[in-house]
């Protein structure tokens, strides 16, 4: 049985391939990232938070991607045999396996929701982020926040007011 998780992150991503592919496409967050087109990478450009329970909030924010208000999620197997790779991926006709790039089957489906939580930036107190700056871990997230160009990746939760000043006198921005 295959235990969907209560959020996922979903990414709007673009080809970044040389011969001209201009496909661009929704992907689960920290899965796949290959343009299913060509066979290239696929480069983030944004990444909004889904759960399973509807928001009772309604979007109050502009949103330049165009995310999908709910989006389907599946569980996808590879087809071939020896591989025995699974992800969770945006539910589509044809998804290829990364490693294999044979075609992959799709298990189960479930209904996300677009989720209206937003997070705080601890570098500049930007407070409309839709992605947490670091995890339960403590690691950075590899987002940028969009008012400051933090690269939260670099930010360390045990010493987060050093760095804010150390990246406040970098970038003149006191």
Not at 6 to 33: K, L, M, P
Not at 39 to 50: A, I, K, P, Q, T
Request: glycine share 6%.
């Amino acid at each position: 049985m295959i235990r969907f998780p209560n959020e996922i992150a979903i990414a709007y991503a673009i080809c970044n391939s040389n011969n001209d592919c201009t496909n661009n496409e929704f992907i689960v967050d920290g899965q796949s990232q290959m343009c299913n087109k060509c066979g290239e990478l696929l480069y983030r450009e944004s990444v909004r938070n889904y759960t399973l329970k509807e928001s009772l909030r309604k979007n109050t924010f502009n949103d330049e991607v165009g995310f999908p208000n709910i989006i389907e999620i599946s569980y996808a197997t590879c087809k071939n045999g020896e591989c025995d790779y699974g992800e969770f991926v945006v539910s589509k006709e044809l998804v290829k396996c990364q490693y294999c790039e044979n075609s992959m089957h799709l298990e189960g489906k479930k209904k996300y929701y677009l989720s209206y939580e937003t997070f705080i930036c601890p570098i500049c107190g930007y407070d409309k982020l839709f992605f947490e700056p670091y995890d339960k871990f403590g690691r950075g997230s590899y987002d940028i926040c969009p008012n400051c160009d933090f690269l939260f990746f670099n930010l360390k939760t045990d010493n987060i007011e050093k760095e804010k000043i150390e990246y406040l006198k970098k970038s003149n921005r006191r």
